[in-house]
């Protein structure tokens, strides 16, 4: 059985041991909660509840996001294009989900040690550890030979060798150095890789930036957050340059330089043809708003300039994919997919 649950309305205590309530006096205050009336004021999550947070719904969710640009923006044959897509959305969700399960199961104790994640399924005893880790395989497994029998073998490759950086890279790297972070932002850069070469089966330079793009995006998004958490992360013994940087001199420069990066990043999507001046221009302006929050968290260092930030980056990559998309390159397919023979047109501005 893979949830561990009381059926409703049973008593999961005898009821010859289950303490009766004692009538509050002024002389004698009501008694303090005890661990079994903890257990009932806290029901079982449902199992759709469960199921989303074992395969973290949201961050899967933008996994599939990433991968869909990906798809969208590259130079594919129109033929079957939405089934393809299709194919794209669902094998990399499915994808996410193994990595999100089988880093919850490497991180199970850890993540009891932290607030923000201790009430995670694994750790709150909602479900069943080796469970978990099989279905885990078999949702990777499952995405990976979707995409390969529905878009490219390529795209499946690349889906497998993250699904493996994030789970014996990434996850094993967090409690020993703070260059996890880049490892991380590797794995997070690879989605729209993966639409790309569903679409097209060849990797090209619109390939290489939207990944660069990804790649130097996180950083300050994620610096950000492990700030907020940063008391979370040392509970959890996971080694972030906010719990090593007490006074976090070092995290607002790192923000602050890699935002100042993102600005030319994002400009490889007009010099790589995958889209127009009117994306460079939402870029640019994002990517120097981004910055100047940047600058702010590090001249102020503080939990509010902190939060600002990571909203920013929250706003800024939806704001510039989606400029990316709609004003994407016009492309001319002179072959299939699988030929990766392309030529690509700017289109005139």
């Not at 002389?27 to 947070?53: K, R």
């Not at 979370?232 to 890699?258: E, H, I």
Request: proline share 8%.
């Amino acid at each position: 059985m893979l949830f561990i649950s009381t059926p409703r309305g049973s008593n999961p205590m005898p009821a010859s041991i289950t303490p009766a309530p004692v009538p509050a006096t002024p002389g004698n205050p009501p008694p303090a909660m005890t661990g079994i009336e903890v257990i009932n004021a806290a029901p079982t999550p449902s199992h759709a509840v469960i199921w989303s947070q074992l395969s973290k719904a949201r961050l899967s969710l933008l996994v599939l996001l990433t991968a869909a640009v990906g798809f969208v923006v590259a130079p594919a044959d129109p033929q079957g294009w939405w089934l393809r897509l299709l194919w794209t959305c669902i094998g990399t969700a499915l994808a996410a989900a193994s990595a999100a399960m089988l880093n919850q199961v490497a991180e199970m104790r850890r993540d009891g040690l932290m607030r923000r994640t201790a009430k995670r399924p694994l750790p709150a005893g909602h479900a069943r550890r080796t469970t978990v880790f099989v279905v885990a395989v078999l949702l990777g497994y499952a995405g990976c030979t979707v995409l390969a029998m529905g878009t490219t073998l390529m795209a499946a490759t690349f889906a497998g060798v993250n699904i493996l950086l994030y789970v014996l890279l990434y996850t094993p790297l967090k409690p020993r150095t703070t260059l996890n972070t880049l490892v991380g932002a590797v794995t997070g850069a690879i989605p729209p890789v993966i639409g790309w070469t569903a679409a097209t089966g060849s990797i090209a330079p619109g390939a290489w930036a939207l990944f660069a793009i990804l790649f130097v995006w996180q950083i300050p998004h994620f610096l950000a957050l492990a700030w907020l958490y940063r008391a979370d992360y040392t509970a959890g013994g996971f080694v972030m340059l906010p719990s090593r940087d007490p006074d976090g001199t070092a995290t607002g420069q790192a923000c602050l330089l890699s935002s100042l990066m993102l600005v030319p990043v994002s400009l490889l999507g007009t010099m790589s043809g995958i889209a127009g001046f009117g994306y460079a221009a939402v870029a640019f302006a994002a990517g120097l708003w981004l910055s100047w929050l940047s600058l702010r968290f590090l001249l102020e260092r503080n939990d509010a300039r902190a939060r600002r930030l990571f909203l920013a980056s929250l706003i800024y990559l939806p704001v510039v994919m989606g400029a990316l998309v709609i004003d994407r390159g016009s492309v001319v397919t002179t072959a299939t997919p699988a030929d990766g023979a392309i030529i690509l047109e700017v289109p005139a501005q």
